[in-house]
C-alpha cells in the first residue's frame, strides 16, 4: 500500500482532517458571536471583550501551539510524559486548594487563575494523561500480561479521574474512562483482564445508578453533589421527593426537578424548533430572548445554538466535520510507526469521540447533562488550546508514520 | 467512502474503535433526525409558547348619535398610571444585592492565605437555601413597585394601596403586562403627574376608552348602557393570555346594535423573554373599529318631551312615558321614560345605595315599550272605527241611561253587572260620545257590531304583538285573539274590551304606531329608531347603510270617510269646551297650525279583590289637523285621569314640535316633515 516511490508524493500532513478542523473553527467563531452578541449591551463591549473574537485569539494561539508540537517527533515529546503526567497531577491537586484554584462563580472549583486566563487543569490533564498512558502501554505486549502491569495502567486513569471527580467535574472525569479503556484494549491488553474491568465496572455502574436513583435519605449513599444527583435523577426522570414525603415537599420537589430539567428542556426547544432548514444565522430565538442561560449557550450548549439556527442541516454538518476528523485519527492510528503512536492517536480519538458523543447527546437528552465542552465549537481556551494540541499530536503521528 | 476505510483494516483493535465510533455518530444522528425532522413542529409550538403572549384588544366602540349628529354616546379617554416592571428589572437587582444578607468573617483559610497578601477580615455574603433566596428576590421586587407606588401617590397627593399578594399575582401571572396603579385620574391629577413622573422609573400614563353619555339622563333608556365584557365574539381567537378591558351593550341600543357599535377586537402579541419580561410587541390582526349610529330622535324634542313628562301634576317622581312619531315616516322623534337613570352610572359604577335606589324606582324600566298597560278609554277609537267601518250611523243619537244609584251620571247594564259612565245621561252621537268618553255609548255600539270586528280591528293594528326593537326592554301586550274568542269570552268581556279594560294591555309605543295610523289615512308604520349607520371614518369606499323610512306593516282598510269622522271628533276633544282635553288646550297659541287631534284615557287598575289601586292616564294624539305630521302618546302611571295629567304633558311636547319647526325654519333644515 505505501510504495516508497510513491511515498515521496504523499503528503505530509493529513490535509483532509485539517479542512474539517477549518471548518469546525469557523463554525465556533460564527455561533459564539451568535450567541453572545445579543443584545446592546454585548455589542457595545471593546472587541477583545467579545467571547467570538477571544475564540479566535484561542484559536491562533491554539494552531500555533499544535504546529510546534507537530515540529518534535512525538517519540521524544513520549519521553517527558511521565514529568508531564505528575505536573498535570500536581494542577489538579493545586486547583483543589481554596485561593489557588477558582470557583468563576459556580459551585465547582475547576479553574486557577493566571490573570490573564482562567487555566482549566482538567484539560491539560486529558492530554498528559493520553501521553502517560500511551508511553506506558507502548512496551513490549508481553509486558502487558503482567497484572502488575495492567494495574499500574489502571492506577494511571484513576488518579486524575478521583482528582477531577473531587473538582468536581463529572464529565471531564468520565471521558477518560472510555479512553483509558480504548487504549488498554489498542495495546493488545489480554481480554481476561478487560473482561474483569468492564464486568468490575458494570457491577459498580449498576450499584451506583441504584444507590443515587433509589436509595431513600438515611440509608448510606453515595457521596455526591447535590447537583449531580438532581442531574441524575432528571435524566432518568426519578421523582427528587422521596416516597414518604408530604405533598407540600413533593410538589416543592417537584419545582426544584423542574427548574433543575429547565435547561435540558430549553436546549430540546432549541434543538427541535431548529427544524430541517433553521432559523438563520443570529435568528435563533432561544438564546435572543435568554431561555437558554446566557452563561451555557455559547458554551456547553452551543451546539443547540448551531442546530437550532441550521436545522438539521447545521446539525449533519458539524456531525460529518466530526466524523472527517475521527476517522482520519483512526487512519492515522493505522499508519503509525509504532505502538505508542497507534495508542496516543487512539487515545486523542476516543477522547475527542466521547466529548462530541456526551455533549451532542446532552442536547437531545440522551445523555445526561455533564458539564463538557463540544471540542473546537465551545468557547474556552483550554478546551480549545487542548483539543488543538491533540489535533497536532494526530498529525505529529501521521507526519513521522510507518515508511516515510 | 474514505473516511469509512478503516471499517475494513485488519487490525481488529482499530476496525472495533472505528466500528463504535461510527455507530455513536449514527446514534447521534438519528436522534437529531427524530428531534429535528420528526417532532420539529412540537418543539416549535412549545417555543412559541412559551415566547409569546396575546393580548385581546377592543375596539373603539361607534358612536350613537341623533338626527343631526348631535352625540349622545361616545368614548372618553380615562387616563390610568402604570408600572412597566420591564423597566425596573436593574432595580430590582439592586434592591435585591442591597437586602441580601452579609457577614463579617475572619478570615479561616489555609495558613498560607497571609504569604499571598490575603486580608484576615472581609465581609462575604451569607449562604442562602432556595427558598430564602426566592422569597429575598420577591421581597426586592416588592419594594421596587411599593416605592414606585408610593412615589407617585405622593406626587398625586393621593392613597394609594398595593399589596404583596396583589403584586405577586400580577407578577406571576401577566408579567408582560404593566401594573396598574390608579386608575382614571382626573385632569388635575394627569398634570401633577405630567409634571413629575420623571423621576418615578417605570411609571407611565396610559389611555384607555370608557363609555360616556354626554346628556347623562337623556333618552338613557332608549340608549341603554354597557356591561364589562371580554368575552370573545365568535370566530374570534378563544385563547388569549390577556384581555384588555372591552364592554358589550347590556340593553337598550347598546344592545341591539351591539355588533354594529362593538366592532372587531384586534389581537396583539407580546414578545417575553425567558424571565417573562416584555421585550417587544406585534399587532397580529388589527381592530376593526365599531360603525356610529345616527338615530331618528332628534335632541332638542328628546329634552322637551322628558322636561315636559317630568312637569306632569302628580308625585314625583313622575312614572310614565311619552312618545313623538312622525306619522309619515314612522321616526320616532323622542321617547321618554320616567323615572330615568344616568347610564354613565353604570359603565362607571356605582355605590349599592345608588343602585339600590334606581331598583326601587324601577328606573331602568323603559316605560314606552317594556309594561303593559290597559289604555282605557284611548282604545274606543279602535271600537269606533270598527263600529264605523260595519255600518255604524255617526249621526244616530244613542240615550245614555242615567245611573240608579248616582242619577247625575250615566250607566250601562251588561247581563247584571252595572259599568259607570262618566258621561251625564242624555243624546250622544259619534262625536260627543267620543269627546264625553261615553262608556255606555261604545259599550252598546261594540256589542251591537261584535266583538269579533273589534279584535279584527285591533288586530290591524298589530295589537298583542311585539315590534321587535330587540332592546330587550319590549312586551309584546295582550290582546284577544280568535282563539282567546272562542272560550270563556261573554258579553261582559266584550264590554271591558270596549272600554279598552280587562283582556287588553299595550305600550305607550304601541299606541303611537296606533295614533299614526288613524292620522296618516291608514297606515301601520314600523316605527324606526335607527336612521343610518356610517363607519366612524369615511373613507372613498365607505358608505352609510340607511334604513328605509315609512316601511309599512299593515294597511287598516278602512274608508277614507270612517278615520275623518274619527279624526274631527278627536279634534273637537281638544277644541270643543266639552272636550276631556279641552281645559289643557284652552288658548293653545298655535291653532293655526297645529290642531290638536286627542282622546283622553283612564285606566282603572282594580286589585284582585276588585279595590281601584291606580289609575294610568293616557293621552292619545296628533297634529296638525289638515296635514298630520306627529302622533305624541302620553302616559303617567297613577294620575289623576287623562284629560287632566296628560293632556297638559301633551300639550307642552306639542308646543316643543312647533319650537323646534320654527327653529328649523330659521336653520333652513328639515327635522320631521318630509
Known amino acids: 500500500m505505501f510504495d516508497p516511490i510513491l511515498n515521496e508524493r504523499q503528503p505530509r500532513i493529513d490535509r483532509l482532517q485539517l479542512v474539517a478542523l477549518a471548518g469546525l473553527m469557523f463554525l465556533g467563531a460564527a455561533f459564539i458571536y451568535s450567541a453572545t452578541m445579543v443584545n446592546e449591551t454585548a455589542q457595545s463591549a471593546a472587541l477583545y471583550n467579545q467571547m467570538w473574537f477571544r475564540q479566535i485569539v484561542w484559536y491562533g494561539i491554539g494552531l500555533a501551539a499544535a504546529v510546534t508540537v507537530c515540529f518534535l517527533d512525538y517519540r521524544s515529546i513520549a519521553r517527558w510524559s511521565m514529568v508531564i503526567y505528575w505536573l498535570s497531577i500536581l494542577s489538579l491537586v493545586a486547583v483543589l486548594i481554596p485561593h489557588i484554584g477558582s470557583t468563576n462563580g459556580s459551585g465547582a472549583r475547576r479553574w486557577i487563575d493566571l490573570g490573564f486566563f482562567n487555566l482549566q487543569p482538567s484539560e491539560t490533564a486529558k492530554l498528559a494523561f493520553i501521553f502517560a498512558l500511551a508511553h506506558f502501554l507502548s512496551r513490549p505486549v508481553e509486558e502487558l500480561w503482567l497484572v502488575r502491569n495492567f494495574w499500574k495502567a489502571i492506577g494511571l486513569v484513576v488518579l486524575p479521574f478521583l482528582l477531577i471527580m473531587k473538582e468536581p467535574d463529572l464529565g471531564s472525569a468520565l471521558v477518560l474512562l472510555p479512553t483509558g479503556f480504548m487504549m488498554l484494549f489498542c495495546a493488545g491488553t489480554p481480554k481476561k483482564y478487560l473482561f474483569r474491568l468492564v464486568g468490575g465496572l458494570g457491577i459498580l455502574t449498576v450499584f451506583f445508578l441504584v444507590n443515587v436513583l433509589f436509595t431513600p435519605p438515611g440509608w448510606w449513599q453515595i457521596r455526591l453533589e447535590n447537583y449531580q444527583r438532581q442531574r441524575l435523577l432528571v435524566y432518568f426522570g426519578v421523582d427528587f421527593a422521596p416516597k414518604n414525603a408530604t405533598a407540600e415537599e413533593k410538589k416543592a420537589a417537584r419545582d426544584e426537578q423542574n427548574r433543575k430539567s429547565y435547561q435540558v428542556r430549553q436546549a430540546m426547544i432549541s434543538v427541535g424548533s431548529g427544524g430541517f432548514w433553521g432559523k438563520g444565522w443570529h435568528k435563533g430565538s432561544q438564546t435572543a430572548l435568554k431561555f437558554l442561560p446566557a452563561g451555557a449557550a455559547h458554551n456547553d450548549f452551543i451546539f443547540s445554538v448551531i442546530a437550532e439556527e441550521e436545522g438539521f442541516v447545521g446539525s449533519i454538518i458539524v456531525l460529518t466535520l466530526y466524523a472527517v476528523i475521527l476517522f482520519s485519527g483512526i487512519r492515522i492510528a493505522g499508519q503509525a510507526r509504532d505502538r505508542l503512536g497507534k495508542l496516543l492517536s487512539v487515545g486523542v480519538v476516543t477522547l475527542l469521540f466521547s466529548h462530541v458523543f456526551v455533549n451532542i447527546g446532552m442536547n437531545i437528552r440522551i445523555v445526561p447533562v455533564t458539564g463538557i465542552p463540544l471540542p473546537l465549537l465551545s468557547y474556552g481556551g483550554s478546551s480549545v488550546l487542548g483539543s488543538l494540541i491533540a489535533l497536532g499530536v494526530l498529525q505529529n503521528v501521521y507526519i513521522y508514520r510507518k515508511g516515510y | ?553 299593515d294597511h287598516l282598510g278602512v274608508k277614507r270617510s270612517s278615520l275623518a269622522i274619527l279624526e274631527n271628533a278627536m279634534l273637537a276633544d281638544t277644541e270643543d269646551p266639552e272636550g276631556t282635553a279641552y281645559a289643557a288646550f284652552r288658548n293653545w297659541p298655535h291653532q293655526k297650525t297645529m290642531h290638536v287631534c286627542a282622546k283622553t284615557g283612564t285606566a282603572e287598575i282594580m286589585d284582585t279583590r276588585n279595590r281601584l289601586t291606580g289609575r294610568t292616564t293616557w293621552l292619545l294624539s296628533f297634529a296638525p289637523f289638515e296635514h298630520p305630521r306627529y302622533a305624541v302618546v302620553v302616559m303617567i302611571e297613577d294620575g289623576g285621569s287623562g284629560g287632566g295629567t296628560c293632556a297638559p304633558v301633551a300639550r307642552k311636547i306639542y308646543e316643543t314640535l312647533v319650537e323646534r319647526e320654527q327653529m328649523n325654519v330659521g336653520q333652513g333644515n328639515t327635522v320631521a316633515a318630509n
Open chain 2, 1 to 553: 467512502m474514505l473516511i469509512f476505510d478503516q471499517l475494513k483494516k485488519n487490525d481488529p483493535h482499530l476496525r472495533l474503535l472505528a466500528a463504535i465510533i461510527f455507530v455513536g455518530l449514527t446514534i447521534l444522528l438519528v436522534g437529531l433526525w427524530w428531534v429535528q425532522v420528526v417532532s420539529a413542529r412540537e418543539y416549535q409550538a412549545h417555543l412559541e409558547t412559551q415566547s409569546f403572549q396575546t393580548i385581546r384588544v377592543p375596539a373603539v366602540r361607534g358612536k350613537i348619535l341623533d338626527r343631526n349628529g348631535i352625540v349622545l354616546a361616545e368614548n372618553r379617554p380615562v387616563y390610568n398610571v402604570n408600572l412597566y416592571l420591564e423597566e425596573l428589572r436593574q432595580q430590582f437587582q439592586k434592591e435585591y444585592a442591597r437586602l441580601r444578607p452579609k457577614k463579617i468573617v475572619t478570615n479561616s483559610g489555609p495558613f498560607w492565605e497571609k504569604w499571598f497578601g490575603g486580608g484576615s477580615v472581609k465581609t462575604d455574603y451569607v449562604k442562602m437555601t432556595h427558598e430564602q433566596v426566592d422569597d429575598l428576590e420577591w421581597q426586592a421586587r416588592y419594594n421596587v413597585a411599593y416605592g414606585a407606588m408610593a412615589e407617585i401617590s405622593r406626587e398625586l397627593q393621593k392613597p394609594l394601596s398595593l399589596s404583596f399578594a396583589a403584586f405577586k399575582r400580577h407578577y406571576t401571572a401577566r408579567l408582560f403586562m404593566p401594573l396598574p396603579l390608579v386608575e382614571n385620574i382626573d385632569a388635575r391629577d394627569i398634570a401633577r403627574f405630567e409634571e413629575q413622573s420623571l423621576n418615578v422609573p417605570g411609571a407611565n400614563l396610559d389611555i384607555q376608552s370608557m363609555r360616556y353619555y354626554p346628556y347623562q339622563t337623556t333618552a338613557a333608556h332608549l340608549l341603554g348602557y354597557l356591561h364589562k365584557d371580554n368575552r370573545s365574539d365568535e370566530g374570534e381567537d378563544a385563547s388569549f393570555d390577556y384581555r384588555l378591558p372591552d364592554y358589550r351593550g347590556a340593553i337598550g341600543l347598546e344592545y341591539a346594535y351591539d355588533t354594529e357599535l362593538h366592532g372587531r377586537a384586534g389581537e396583539k402579541s407580546v414578545l417575553v423573554n425567558s424571565l417573562g419580561y416584555r421585550q417587544s410587541e406585534t399587532v397580529w390582526s388589527p381592530v376593526q373599529p365599531g360603525t356610529n349610529i345616527f338615530l331618528t330622535i332628534d335632541l332638542h324634542i328628546q329634552q322637551g318631551v322628558e322636561r315636559a313628562l317630568k312637569s306632569a301634576a302628580v308625585p314625583q317622581p313622575v312614572r310614565g312615558a311619552a312618545v313623538v312619531m312622525d306619522v309619515n315616516t314612522g321616526d320616532i322623534l323622542a321617547m321618554a321614560s320616567s323615572p330615568t337613570f344616568d347610564p354613565n352610572d353604570f359603565v362607571q359604577g356605582m355605590t349599592r345605595a345608588e343602585y339600590q335606589k334606581i331598583q326601587s324606582l324601577t328606573a331602568e324600566k323603559n316605560r314606552a315599550t317594556q309594561e303593559n298597560y290597559q289604555p282605557g278609554s284611548i282604545f274606543k277609537p279602535i271600537v269606533g272605527l270598527a263600529c264605523l267601518e260595519n255600518g255604524m250611523d255617526p249621526k244616530a243619537l244613542y240615550k245614555v241611561q242615567p245611573d240608579p244609584e248616582e242619577p247625575w251620571h250615566g250607566a250601562i247594564f251588561v247581563g247584571r253587572r252595572k259599568i259607570k259612565d262618566t258621561a251625564p245621561p242624555g243624546l250622544y252621537d259619534f262625536k260627543k260620545a267620543l269627546i264625553h268618553s261615553s262608556n255606555s255609548y261604545f259599550i252598546s255600539n261594540g256589542l251591537s257590531a261584535g266583538v269579533e270586528k273589534i279584535v279584527e280591528m285591533g288586530r290591524r293594528f298589530h295589537l298583542g304583538e311585539p315590534i321587535g326593537l330587540g332592546t330587550l326592554q319590549e312586551t309584546a301586550g295582550t290582546f284577544p285573539d280568535a282563539e282567546r274568542l272562542s272560550k270563556n269570552w261573554f258579553n261582559g268581556n266584550t264590554a271591558n274590551l270596549c272600554i279598552g279594560q280587562g283582556y287588553i294591555d299595550v305600550t305607550p309605543l304601541q299606541m303611537t304606531v296606533v295614533a299614526a295610523a288613524i292620522a296618516n289615512g291608514g297606515k301601520v308604520l314600523w316605527p324606526r329608531l335607527v336612521d343610518r349607520m356610517e363607519p366612524q371614518e369615511m373613507g372613498p369606499n365607505d358608505h352609510a347603510i340607511v334604513f328605509p323610512k315609512g316601511r309599512v306593516r
